[in-house]
Structure formats: structure tokens, C-alpha cells
């Protein structure tokens, strides 16, 4: 970052500011701040769940009336935290400033970009399509150049990343989901799935991810899968599966035609890993390599 700041050439800098950074900074000022959304977290860090809430709302805190807020409606939370300074660009609902109406991803009423043209199209895609959008739009990107990215876009590793597909089942890598409500967003893109969840909890309540009615089964890993087992418990199959391999295997084997058999955590990494993309690489690895020795 220090070094990004010296180089002269970007005219813009985007950045992910941390709730960790933001509880600390007395002066961070950002010419367009979009707040996504709110759910628990880092509450092994953070004293208290309203602790954790105010630092997050430190994006806009030191907002100026030249400054751009950029919030989900959708979210309460956030909308109620909505700045009195500066602009705010809204997203989230079909009425918001940017939205998705019909078939088509709109701003101000106005059609931007066809759905059907979007790579990315599962339900949280849409809702950080209309994010991003409204950020770009705020900096000033021009609409033509703002639609060809949105077209080009494919999306990042180890957010549910398509990384295998049989003639029965696809195989998507979400260890980037630390959460229950991220596991949750996953596990909403798919009529039928497999689900490797656990790892270590960050003093959260993964109650939440026995609601997901999609979930057919699931196949618990690291120190919470006993937790994550007892969630489930009479509601669907629940098999704790001693690592990652172990977890890769006993997924196949439970995976009914049209399933997708989905990693998407819920929890951290560092019980097993030294990070979520370590843990999103290994499983991976496991996948394309069971995928491989069952088309020889």
C-alpha cells in the first residue's frame, strides 16, 4: 500500500478497508465508500456484535459533502446508517438508483447491462454487479466502458469458483466464505447441494446454515464439525470427515445427479490452513484429481 501511494501514475486507488482498519482510523476520508452489507463476524476480535457494527461504519464516517456513499438498501443495518453528508447512490432493492428489474441491470430506471450477458449471474453476483456499478458510475467511469467490464467479468478464486464438472455433479470451490451468512448465500444459487462446512468458528452461531433448504447433505471438516454436525442433526445426513481428502471422498460418494457439492466453510481457515486460499487450493487440488480418476 505505502508503495502504491508513492507511485505517481493511477489516477484511483480501490481499496477493501477491514472493520479492523476502520475501528482505528481517525481520518479515513474516501472519495466513494460502499458499506455491502451486515452480519456477525470477527467476533473473536471484535468486543461485541455492536462493537464490530461501528467499526464497520467507519467507511462513512468521515464522509464530506463532495464524498459519495454508496448503500444497500436492502440491508437494514446499513440503510440505517445511511450519512446525511455528501451523495449517496442506493442498491439493493428494485426501486434503488441501481438495480436489477426484468432482464436487464439498470441505472436510474435506465437499462445498463443485460443479465443474460453477465458471466456471473447467481443472486449475491447481481447484488455486487449493482455495487460495483454504482461505485464506478460515482467515479466517474463512463457507462460503455463500466457495461464491457461487467460483461468480461468471471469472477475470483475460492468464490464459488466452478473448479470441476462430471456428467452428474459441478464442484465449486467458496472457501472464501467465513461466515454462515456467506455459506448461506452459496448454498441459495443451487436447487440441490452437498455441502463442506467447518473449520474454525470466530465466535459465530452457524445455527443459520441449518435453514438453507437447498443443503440435501453435508460433510463436516476441522476443529467445528461436531458443531456443525449437531446443527444438522434430524434434519438432513451429516457425516464428519477427518480432513479435506477424507471430506472430498465422502462428498462424492453422498452427490446425487445434479447435485453441486459446494466448500463454502462458514468458518475460518487456520485450524488446518494458513489461509482460506490455501485451504480453496488443496480442495481443489482433491476435486480435479477425483474428478480425473473417475473419467479414466
Request: glycine share 6%; with cysteine; proline share 6%.
Amino acid at each position: 500500500m505505502v508503495s502504491a501511494i508513492d507511485d505517481p501514475s493511477p489516477a484511483l486507488f480501490v481499496a477493501e478497508a477491514s472493520s479492523f482498519r476502520l475501528g482505528r482510523s481517525r481520518s479515513f476520508r474516501p472519495k466513494v465508500a460502499a458499506w455491502l452489507n451486515f452480519a456477525p463476524d470477527h467476533l473473536d476480535v471484535h468486543a461485541s456484535l455492536a462493537a464490530y457494527e461501528e467499526a464497520k461504519a467507519g467507511i462513512w464516517r468521515h464522509l464530506g459533502a463532495d464524498d459519495t456513499a454508496v448503500v444497500n438498501e436492502a440491508d437494514p443495518v446499513v440503510a440505517a446508517r445511511r450519512p446525511a453528508v455528501g451523495r449517496v447512490l442506493t442498491f439493493g432493492r428494485p426501486a434503488s438508483d441501481v438495480a436489477v428489474r426484468g432482464e436487464w441491470l439498470r441505472v436510474g430506471g435506465e437499462p445498463l447491462v443485460e443479465i443474460a450477458r453477465l458471466p456471473r449471474r447467481f443472486p449475491h453476483d447481481l447484488r455486487n454487479a449493482e455495487a460495483a456499478a454504482a461505485c464506478a458510475l460515482a467515479a466517474g467511469a463512463p457507462s460503455p466502458d463500466l457495461r464491457a467490464a461487467l460483461e468480461a467479468f468471471r469472477g475470483l478464486p475460492h468464490r464459488l469458483e466452478l473448479v470441476a464438472e462430471t456428467a452428474a455433479n459441478r464442484w465449486y470451490n467458496d472457501s472464501k466464505a467465513t461466515t454462515p451468512e456467506a455459506a448461506l448465500a452459496a448454498a441459495a444459487a443451487f436447487e440441490s447441494v452437498v455441502l463442506i462446512a467447518g473449520g474454525r468458528n470466530k465466535g459465530l452461531d452457524l445455527a443459520c446454515l441449518a435453514t438453507a433448504p437447498s443443503v440435501r447433505a453435508v460433510v463436516a471438516v476441522g476443529e467445528s464439525a461436531a458443531e456443525v454436525c449437531s446443527i444438522f442433526a434430524g434434519r438432513v445426513r451429516a457425516i464428519p470427515a477427518a480432513d479435506m481428502e477424507a471430506a472430498v471422498t465422502v462428498a462424492g460418494e453422498m452427490a446425487l445427479p445434479g447435485d453441486a457439492v459446494v466448500l463454502s466453510p462458514g468458518c475460518a481457515s487456520f485450524d488446518s490452513y494458513e489461509s482460506y486460499r490455501q485451504r480453496g487450493a488443496h480442495f481443489s487440488t482433491l476435486v480435479r484429481a477425483s474428478v480425473s480418476g473417475e473419467r479414466r
